[in-house]
């Protein structure tokens, strides 16, 4: 086994880092949480910061990860049941001060970056896609939906509408929002 030189890292320093990029986006902003900000608020240095995260796009999806980068969806059952567990994650998800105060900056950011783009699919969406995925395999298996859904469709179905809101402010993000895209993503799953 070959060892890596240098000190190892410290998981507390880890987590202070994360903890100062929620922390100023929530209080002052995206833009406010600059990596010297965010050095600053965790009592570190800016290299300890970039030795951890290439940008501060890439610090703020990890904290995001961290809260919300969790598989949503148990198996309730239902195809219906999975789907609205989705749908409540994700209504926490882009209701949460955090993301209100980030998406913004993070997708004009992750623009520019595309490995910053791949972070935010691979720790957040990914996991969400993934799990809607499971659950309409679970419904083709109890034949509660026919096999060959397009899967990336129906992702995009419960999400699109949830991001459009949460980045132009048209209507609420709440559980009527959720029910209806459910029932949407249901019809489209069963066509």
């Given at each position: 086994?070959?060892?890596?030189?240098?000190?190892?890292?410290?998981?507390?320093?880890?987590?202070?880092?994360l903890d100062a990029?929620?922390?100023?986006?929530?209080?002052?902003?995206?833009?406010?949480?600059?990596?010297?900000?965010?050095?600053?608020?965790?009592?570190?240095?800016?290299?300890?910061?970039?030795?951890?995260?290439?940008?501060?796009?890439?610090?703020?999806?990890?904290?995001?990860?961290?809260?919300?980068?969790?598989?949503?969806?148990?198996?309730?059952?239902?195809?219906?049941g999975d789907l609205?567990?989705?749908?409540?994650?994700?209504?926490?998800?882009?209701?949460?001060?955090?993301?209100?105060?980030?998406?913004?900056?993070?997708?004009?950011?992750?623009?520019?970056?595309?490995?910053?783009?791949?972070?935010?699919?691979?720790?957040f969406l990914a996991?969400?896609?993934?799990?809607?995925?499971?659950?309409?395999?679970?419904?083709?298996?109890?034949?509660?939906?026919?096999?060959?859904?397009?899967?990336?469709?129906?992702?995009?179905?419960?999400?699109?509408?949830?991001?459009?809101?949460?980045?132009?402010?048209?209507?609420?993000?709440?559980?009527?929002?959720?029910?209806?895209?459910?029932?949407?993503?249901?019809?489209?799953?069963?066509?």
């Amino acid at each position: 086994m070959m060892v890596k030189p240098g000190r190892p890292r410290a998981e507390s320093l880890d987590a202070a880092i994360l903890d100062a990029a929620e922390e100023l986006v929530i209080t002052e902003g995206y833009q406010a949480a600059s990596i010297e900000g965010i050095a600053r608020r965790a009592g570190t240095t800016r290299p300890a910061v970039y030795r951890r995260h290439r940008s501060r796009g890439h610090v703020i999806v990890a904290a995001m990860a961290r809260r919300f980068g969790l598989d949503p969806a148990p198996d309730t059952g239902s195809l219906r049941g999975d789907l609205l567990a989705v749908q409540r994650a994700q209504v926490t998800f882009f209701t949460d001060r955090l993301v209100t105060r980030a998406l913004p900056g993070l997708l004009d950011e992750a623009t520019a970056d595309p490995a910053l783009m791949v972070q935010v699919f691979d720790e957040f969406l990914a996991p969400r896609r993934q799990s809607t995925a499971r659950a309409l395999q679970r419904a083709v298996e109890r034949g509660e939906t026919r096999p060959g859904v397009d899967t990336d469709w129906i992702c995009d179905l419960l999400t699109g509408p949830l991001l459009m809101r949460a980045l132009l402010p048209t209507g609420p993000i709440d559980a009527n929002l959720a029910r209806l895209t459910v029932e949407t993503a249901l019809e489209a799953s069963t066509a």
